[in-house]
């Protein structure tokens, strides 16, 4: 009998044991939620879902790559964090010449790359012949796919922005164009456009993709696939004093609410991708911050202007008037969101802030409706995007909040949704009548918008212009804006495309999502990038 | 038994050449131009063409699949499209990851299935096997993702014990040697970090071991049942041993049998199946590898993962076959 006890004891014990892992019964945290004490190391563990796919900047078009490229290169230009304005970065200024055909740069003088080489003007011309000039013996080991996209492709090629870069002196390095193009300098601020070391890009024969050097605040030290990217401080950094981090981590971990829990557990110290429903626990968390970023996206509902009855422009009025905004913001996006009037965000410098919204009318709605010769409505499709993106989190329910809307002006509208992959391709060959999609922007330059979605140029398959909007007065004001470098000018001329597109309403703007992120409280200085450019320069832990 | 080894291990040669067949059969059975579809419907003509002759797609079809035999047999599994390396080697630490996770959660699932199973038996109608057995019925039915989370809130959140996420504490790296932490750590005699790593491997080892554990539980138990009816153990009984020896020594090897063919299947379809287990606890194995590969349409990523894991479940099986030989030599299939 005694035997028997003896047995079960011994079961239950092993059990626990097993169980809980505290034989001796550790109750210590586990986790580092004190800092790293015992190196005196200064880390930062930042949480997100995916691994980057590459660290060479010119082939990177993820989010994941960006970031952290962007601690390890620096460009010409960039934005001064979270907001649409210009600031020197390895270039101290520029400006365009008189016909506006080329744009000088001048660079900064005594910065040196982590491999402790020196950056000058022939570094700039290096990289951009990287880039560009298919033959450079260098142009390998990655696509180029942002420089092809957005200077209108390489060195000699029909549609090419850039003609050549040439050495002025050994710090001022001038761009030649084939025709004048404003945005220049915004589209140099994004990460695509990163300094490399000319050095380490011939060490490694033009693959750089895991032996990244550049002449950001951080260092590359390790990658381990799905799991971890560790950065240390370089040594070598321009500014003396900065980065104040001594190492920066990032950290895999693939689903939301665990990836919350580590931060709430001190295993990492900042993330991004909060699930919507979390938002409120993270603001009334003492220990957490939420970092709210302004938007520069736009979801929104497509019409197909090609088709009937969508090629009527009281149609699409009549629909935008019963669509509620405010209602879909509150219901899907916490709040965190800026109600669509136009396809540019608010914070963006060509915003036409004069413009009323159309204002909820179903009265009106159906008046507009019968003018066109639909007193009863009609039936039609809606379509719906199959996965949450950042500026429509959840495209089924929104889509539904809109089916009910229609439904009171006697729209009866289908809702369809086909897989990912299938959905863009239909879209962009206008196979839809109304759809739901959004654009995320690079820049905040306004042509990323205005240019990439309303130009008749980009309403031919495969179209970013899911509206399929052709208006020649709108592609005219556009091509203009293109060409002028005074930025209240370019201002002005998108300010009047967007009083035009505003009457003929081809998009119905939904929201204007802001990006949110959760930090604990340690975090000391952090503003998100919307944009291109580093976020951890300046950021420090307290203890 | 080594007759028996040998006809078991033959049989494997049809096994692995269907398995070879149906993964080289994969990227042809993409609808269309296979280079097209993984490069999207913008890529111009000529990189299309380079990506069919670096895939191999422009030879005739026997060609390819010699050529594609001659690569797995030199360990060439390709390179990734996404990122454009070898996927041997970018597979390897992931393999080595989810093998670390599979192998703890197993002698979890073992250690308490086999011995809740055995109290079951033995204590038969007691409350301890009402206890044990609708346990084991909420360990099978539980979803994985669900528990994972309950054990980060739980021990991670609100005790303190236990960290919930990642393999190791990233501010103290461990030197990858073998990929094995647990290995690495004491290769390096580093007691503290062997630990941490232990630490790391218990809640995403619980939770991926709660289903095989339940399920060894219940095949133990009844099996166990079985063998107490019978007269060997009445008669060791008879002599005045006692109900512990009885068991752990007589009953024990004959109920095994049944009990390691559902520890082979488990220990099988957990190295494929951990990817939630992996999601959830950011654990960088060979599921999440296989399941980003599947979101990229990286194909060659698709067929190594499948091939790699197709043959571990056969070698585990062969391994389960002959192990069960040890413990029933009754069985030897002819």
Known sequence: ?543 | MLQYAIRRILQLIPVLFGVSIVVFAIIHLIPGDPAQVILGQQADPQTVADLRHNLGLDKPLYQQYLMFLAQLLHGDLGKSLVTQQPIASEMFPHLAATAELTLFSMVFAIVVGVNAGILSAWKRNTWFDYVAMVIALVGVSVPIFWLGLMEQWLFGLKLHWLPVIGRADPRDPVTEVTHFYLIDTLLAGNAHQFWTVVQHLILPGIALGTIPMAVIARMTRSSMLEVLKHDYVRTARAKGLADFWVIYKHALKNSFAPVLTVIGIQLGSLLGGAVLTETIFGWPGVGLYLYNGIGARDYPVIQSGILVLSVIFIVVNLIVDLLYAYFDPRIQYK
């Open chain 1, 1 to 543: 009998m005694q035997m028997k006890w003896a047995a079960c004891a011994a079961a239950v014990v092993a059990l626990l044991a097993v169980t809980t892992g505290c034989g001796g019964g550790t109750t210590q945290p586990a986790n580092g939620t004190a800092p790293t004490a015992s190196s005196g190391q200064k880390t930062l563990i930042f949480g997100r879902g995916g691994d980057s796919v590459t660290l060479d900047p010119s082939g990177s078009t993820d989010d994941e790559s960006n970031m952290v490229c962007e601690e390890i290169y620096d460009t010409l230009v960039t934005y001064k964090i979270g907001t649409p304005e210009l600031q020197p970065d390895l270039a101290t200024s520029w400006e365009p010449s008189k016909d506006g055909m080329s744009w000088t740069f001048h660079l900064q003088q005594g910065v040196k790359f982590s491999d402790g080489t020196p950056f000058n003007a022939d570094a700039v011309v290096f990289n951009f012949q990287r880039w560009g000039d298919p033959n450079s013996p260098y142009h390998k080991g990655s696509s180029f796919a942002h420089y092809k996209s957005d200077l209108g492709g390489f060195y000699g090629s029909p549609g090419a922005i850039i003609k050549d870069v040439e050495k002025v002196d050994d710090y001022t390095v001038r761009i030649d164009l084939t025709h004048p193009f404003a945005p220049l300098p915004n589209i140099l601020t994004q990460v695509a456009y990163s300094i490399a070391s000319p050095e380490a890009i011939k060490k490694y024969n033009g693959d750089i993709s895991h032996h990244p050097v550049g002449t950001g605040a951080f260092e590359f030290v390790s990658w381990t696939p799905n799991d971890k990217i560790v950065l240390k401080k370089n040594p070598n950094y321009r500014t003396p004093g900065l980065p104040k981090l001594d190492q920066l981590i990032f950290q895999v971990i693939p689903d939301n609410t665990a990836r919350l829990n580590a931060l709430r557990a001190g295993q990492i110290d900042l993330m991004e991708g909060l699930n919507p429903s979390d938002i409120q626990s993270v603001k009334s968390d003492p220990n957490l911050n939420l970092y709210v970023s302004p938007s520069n996206n736009v979801g929104y509902l497509a019409f197909n202007t090609q088709k009937k009855p969508f090629d009527d422009p009281r149609v699409r009025q009549a629909i935008a008037m019963c669509i509620d905004k405010k209602a879909l913001i509150d219901a899907y996006y916490n709040g965190l969101a800026d109600a669509g009037v136009t396809i540019l965000p608010p914070k963006n410098w060509a915003y036409d802030s004069s413009i009323q919204d159309y204002p909820v009318d179903i009265a009106k709605a159906k008046q507009l409706l019968a003018e066109a010769g639909y007193p009863n409505g009609f039936d039609t499709e809606l379509w719906a995007m199959p996965i949450p993106r950042p500026y429509m989190p959840q495209p089924q329910q929104i889509a539904t909040a809109i089916q009910g809307d229609l439904a009171k002006i006697g729209i009866h509208a289908k809702i369809v949704t086909y897989d990912w992959a299938t959905y863009l391709k239909k879209t962009d060959s206008g196979e839809h009548t109304m759809c739901l999609l959004g654009w995320s922007a690079g820049t905040w330059d306004p042509t990323t918008f205005m240019y990439t979605l309303l130009d008749s140029k980009n309403a031919v398959p495969p179209a970013n212009n899911s509206a399929f909007y052709k208006n020649p007065a709108v592609d005219k004001l556009l091509e203009q804006a293109l060409t002028v470098s005074d930025q209240n000018q370019r201002a002005e001329l998108y300010k009047q495309a967007q009083k035009l597109v505003f009457q003929d309403e081809p998009y119905v703007p939904l929201v204007h999502s802001q990006p949110v992120r959760a930090g604990s409280k340690r975090v000391i200085g952090f503003t998100p990038q919307v944009t291109g450019g580093p976020q951890f320069t300046s950021v420090d832990l307290s203890n």
